[in-house]
């Protein structure tokens, strides 16, 4: 498991942010999200950023 940082966006602002142990960036997103996800960004609206803490790599979902 690693550890990561789910940040709730919208736009550039940072919302929200939580720390998630998960197996995958998918996961961590899951784990934090109130609703169901997938792979993307949502250019304005609301949208997760995850980082892997150990090596730095950011993901980006948006809220299907």
């Known amino acids: 498991m690693g550890n990561f940082k ?3 966006m919208e736009g550039d602002a940072v919302l929200k942010s939580t720390d998630v142990q ?3 960036d998918l996961q961590a997103a ?3 999200a109130p609703r169901p996800v997938e792979p ?3 250019g304005k609206d ?3 950023r995850v980082t892997h ?3 730095g790599r950011t993901s980006e979902f948006l809220f299907a």
């Open 6 to 8: 789910v940040e709730t």
């Open 22 to 24: 998960a197996n995958s």
């Open 30 to 32: 899951k784990a934090a």
């Open 40 to 42: 993307g960004r949502a």
């Open 46 to 48: 609301a949208w997760l």
């Open 53 to 55: 803490i150990a090596s």
